[in-house]
């Protein structure tokens, strides 16, 4: 099947590319990052091609701000790095160079081939290595999308287009080079890529492009949990997390990701999951801090309340149906997300202190709350909780709100009220194969 791509590859490779100059497009030299342009030009001046190409090119055409830049070249990647003192070669499937200039990192990478001679497949057809070099036509057929396949030449400041991509761009349109079916194939994480881009970007998927979503999403289940962690991270902390899920859910690519299946759960906690995608959106926009795990809580909140009710009604003290509702769900979604234990205690602290609300409202374990890391996220969560479901939770929202703003006089005032004790001990995450 591979095979049959990189034949396609080599007949549209006589294609020639529709070259876009200064004067027809609006990529400014003013917005490229002045790192990219040093290693462009040192490049050049070394007597090697290079270009800035991808999500950089496609950002500035739609008048965005890229995040980073990526560039493209001739040169080998030791040849790159016998250029640059700050620059480390990394990656096995695909040897990239890093050129770092303090936080900046322009990420170079050398011109692939098209020849599937050296490519190594595992048994589903999914690359597993491929470091075979070749010229700027073979790349850009070798890319994802055709927005995602557009080369900024720093000689004359021209964008070179062999697929269309400047087309697509202007249709405000998704599409995949080659057959959509086999390059999912070959890579299913595109699968989640094609749905990102689209929420990302507000672009339509190609009918092409969308029809074989729904025949591959299983081949996601053979990626990396690792990787798939880290794409999760770029699906919903790009400031587009409620339409990236709306996307997921049409195309039903969720239960890839997490362990609930949301076509079961009510509405009103469909509607709480909604309410915690719309306050990541906002706090991402406002460049606010946001955190993956408090999403992972908020998804995987309506199971947590049923895996805790039933392990109440097993007769378990409620130190112990908490801990054992924690370990069970979550030891269940590390088996589609490698999450790294720092953020699998952060759902742990969520989730137990919203029973904590409730039952800390003594003196010193109040105040030992406050003092809790993940106390701001899990009060958070609380406020969220209020607005969905405020016969539930409101009440405790109210009060921990005026408690953390009050001075130690009425902070006396309030908690001499509550005598309420309970034993407790903290989740810890267990070791995982998986942990990242």
Not at 32 to 42: D, G, Q, T, Y
Not at 382 to 391: A, Q
């Amino acid at each position: 099947m591979l095979s049959n791509l990189f034949s396609w590859i080599n007949n549209r490779k006589k294609i020639k590319p529709k070259v876009y100059s200064r004067a027809e497009h609006n990529v400014s030299r003013s917005n490229i990052s002045p790192n990219a342009l040093k290693v462009l030009n040192r490049l050049k001046r070394g007597g090697y091609s290079a270009y800035l190409v991808g999500g950089c090119i496609r950002d500035l055409i739609l008048e965005g701000k890229p995040k980073d830049f990526d560039v493209v070249t001739d040169a080998s990647p030791e040849q790159i790095k016998s250029l640059f003192n700050n620059c480390i070669l990394i990656g096995r499937r695909f040897r990239l160079a890093h050129v770092r200039f303090g936080c900046e990192i322009i990420e170079v990478s050398t011109f692939r081939a098209a020849s599937s001679s050296q490519h190594k497949l595992n048994t589903d057809g999914m690359i597993m290595h491929d470091n075979e070099y070749g010229a700027i036509d073979e790349d850009a057929f070798r890319r994802d999308f055709t927005i995602n396949a557009l080369y900024y030449d720093i000689r004359d400041f021209s964008i070179i287009d062999y697929v269309g991509g400047m087309k697509d761009l202007r249709k405000r349109q998704l599409r995949l080079i080659g057959n959509p079916k086999q390059r999912y194939i070959e890579d299913p994480v595109r699968i989640l890529r094609a749905i990102r881009f689209a929420a990302k970007l507000d672009f339509n998927i190609h009918p092409n492009t969308a029809k074989p979503l729904s025949q591959v999403t299983d081949l996601l289940q053979k990626v990396s949990k690792a990787r798939v962690f880290e794409e999760y991270i770029k699906l919903f902390l790009h400031g587009k997390a409620l339409a990236t899920f709306e996307a997921l859910q049409k195309h039903n690519s969720l239960t890839i990701l997490f362990a609930i299946d949301f076509n079961q759960i009510s509405p009103c906690d469909l509607s709480f999951i909604h309410e915690a995608l719309l306050d990541t959106d906002k706090r991402v926009n406002a460049a606010r801090r946001v955190s993956p795990g408090f999403l992972i809580a908020a998804f995987l909140w309506p199971k947590y309340v049923l895996e805790l009710q039933k392990n109440k009604n097993n007769k378990m003290k409620n130190y112990e149906a908490k801990i054992q509702a924690i370990e069970t769900l979550l030891l269940e979604q590390q088996k589609l997300l490698a999450i790294p234990k720092r953020i699998q205690a952060m759902v742990a602290d969520i989730w137990e202190m919203q029973d904590d609300f409730v039952r800390k409202r003594t003196p010193k374990r109040a105040q030992k709350l406050l003092e809790q890391q993940n106390f701001r996220a899990s009060f958070d969560f609380l406020l969220l909780r209020s607005k969905i479901y405020p016969e539930q939770c409101l009440e405790y929202a109210n009060w921990w709100q005026e408690f953390q703003v009050a001075d130690a006089d009425k902070q006396l005032e309030m908690t001499k009220v509550n005598k309420t004790r309970t034993s407790y001990r903290r989740y810890k995450p267990k070791k995982s194969t998986n942990d990242a």
